[in-house]
């Protein structure tokens, strides 16, 4: 009995100079870490007034065949057509980008079952100019329509060198506001607000603004053309907000 009692004492000696050993180790190597949680952890938050700098204009091009060859040769002949249209207006082939591009079959539902008729082909395409061009929009949908094409929707928006700028101005404010709150709270507890030991970017908000949006498949109907063209001579773009939102843990001293 003696000595499985001492055979206890002795596992359970190795056993709790094996946890000390693990906890040391974890302070030592984790500074972060504290046995009394002595930290805070607080949200930055900044907002931030856009004026968007870009138009983007979506146009749809739906063809249909008896093959997925038919459906594509179609596809294309309206595609070089409205890219034609565009660059006689004065756009570069480089502001007409590509966004998708399926050609698939046709199916539709009839009488419980699913009916197959022939292929078809979709490509969406995006037109982009500077926001000081708007007198060019009207032209550009005429130009779109003329071809073949339907306007699926039209938006203000920020270029991805501005959306970097403001992305940047955001994201130091809320950061700088998590400090803020941080040295309040540290204050009001007699502390200060010392080592910063984690960072978190919890949200950067921007999304274009929609002025208009196809009601129809395909944005050919004669209503959607016509929203699309009040749209584009009613244009009077606004700044917007852009959000960034950080969340920040300090280490108390």
């Not at 596809?75 to 660059?87: G, P, R």
Request: hydrophobic share 40%; glycine share 6%; proline share 2%.
């Amino acid at each position: 009995m003696q000595k499985v009692n001492n055979s206890i004492v002795i596992t359970s000696i190795i056993t709790g100079a094996v946890l000390i050993i693990a906890v040391l180790a974890l302070i030592i190597f984790n500074p972060g870490y504290s046995l009394t949680k002595n930290v805070v952890t607080v949200e930055g938050i900044s907002t931030l007034k856009a004026l968007p700098d870009v138009i983007s204009v979506y146009f749809t091009i739906e063809t249909k065949g008896k093959t997925s060859v038919e459906a594509k040769d179609a596809n294309t002949l309206i595609y070089d057509k409205l890219v034609e249209a565009l660059i006689s207006e004065g756009f570069e082939e480089t502001d007409i980008k590509t966004e998708s591009y399926n050609i698939y079959e046709n199916t539709y539902w009839e009488n419980g079952k699913t009916k197959t008729d022939g292929y078809k082909a979709s490509r969406y395409l995006k037109l982009e100019l500077s926001s000081d061009k708007a007198n060019k929009l009207s032209p550009a949908i005429d130009a779109g329509v003329d071809a073949g094409a339907g306007i699926s929707y039209i938006n203000f928006e920020l270029s991805q060198k501005a959306q970097n700028i403001y992305k940047a101005q955001a994201l130091k404010l809320a950061s700088e506001d998590a400090t803020i709150k941080a040295n309040a709270i540290a204050s009001g507890f007699g502390k200060e607000a010392g080592k910063l030991l984690s960072v978190q970017v919890s949200n950067f908000g921007y999304y274009p603004w929609n002025v208009y949006s196809a009601m129809s498949e395909g944005g050919r109907a004669s209503g959607d053309i016509a929203l699309a063209k009040e749209a584009a001579t009613n244009i009077n773009p606004s700044e917007k907000d852009i959000t960034a939102t950080v969340t920040a843990t300090f280490k108390l001293r």
